[in-house]
């Protein structure tokens, strides 16, 4: 079975602080894919990245960045010098090529930043 | 060019009554995915189409839940009769054609259902 877990329900922070984002994943499938969405108060579900299983390379896109790592399970997601636009839920997701082809998501985190 | 659209963006209805929600996929897009969302669950697939055919509908709750796609540019999802734990955000999404269920899924804005 896969499962993704996003073990910070909510997380406060002050303008301008770094915060990391956490996803750890579980899948038996040895090609998957890894995504991070933001959801801000709107409602709709925003793509952020998509990630392949044999990609470990970290990405940066202007004040976001995303660490994956294989050997933890784990494609966390660090916002640099926070701002009250990224106050959102974010949620991480997976998808195995495998047996079970469905993207699994994570409950979300609550990200509030604060003025 | 327009995003996924979905109708309406709220509904509020009594337990019983049968509720449909609708949704326009991206021009283009062959998969088309309904979820649901509710705090305690997160989201969870109910169902997709790959060219209008139901691939999948393992997450649909029960035989309350129906889902179809008469054609490419549109989507029905029917709660009858609806219950107040069918209470939820319902999001609408697709994804363009190819391999591509691991493809970047496009998602509607929701629609909110109370069920009282």
């Known amino acids: 079975a896969q499962k993704v877990t996003q073990a910070q329900t909510e997380i406060s922070v002050v303008e301008k602080e770094d915060v990391t984002l956490d996803c750890v994943y579980e899948?038996?499938?040895?090609?998957?894919?890894l995504f991070w969405y933001k959801q801000p108060p709107s409602g709709e579900l925003v793509f952020l990245i998509r990630?392949?299983?044999?990609?470990?390379q970290n990405e940066i896109s202007g004040r976001y960045s995303w660490n994956f790592q294989k050997s933890t399970s784990s494609f966390n997601f660090t916002i640099t010098a926070s701002q009250v636009v990224d106050s959102a839920v974010y949620v991480c997701a997976l998808i195995g090529q495998g047996g079970s082809e469905k993207l699994v998501f994570g409950k979300g985190t609550k990200l509030t930043v604060n003025p | 060019d327009a995003g996924v659209i979905q109708s309406p963006r709220h509904e509020v209805t009594e337990m019983g009554q049968e509720v449909t929600l609708r949704c326009k996929p991206i021009s283009g897009h062959d998969y088309l995915f309904w979820y649901r969302q509710t705090m305690m669950r997160g989201l969870e697939l109910l169902i997709y189409?790959?060219?209008?055919?139901?691939?999948?509908d393992s997450g649909m709750p029960e035989d309350r839940f129906s889902a179809k796609m008469p054609n490419a540019s549109f989507s029905t999802l029917k709660i009858q009769p609806s219950e107040p734990r069918d209470s939820a955000v319902y999001f609408c999404a697709s994804s363009p054609p190819s391999t591509l269920i691991y493809n970047e899924q496009f998602f509607g804005p929701g629609t909110r259902l109370t069920v009282l």
């Open positions: 189409f790959n060219n209008n055919v139901p691939i999948d």
């Open positions: 899948t038996r499938d040895t090609t998957y894919y």
């Open positions: 990630r392949n299983s044999f990609d470990e």
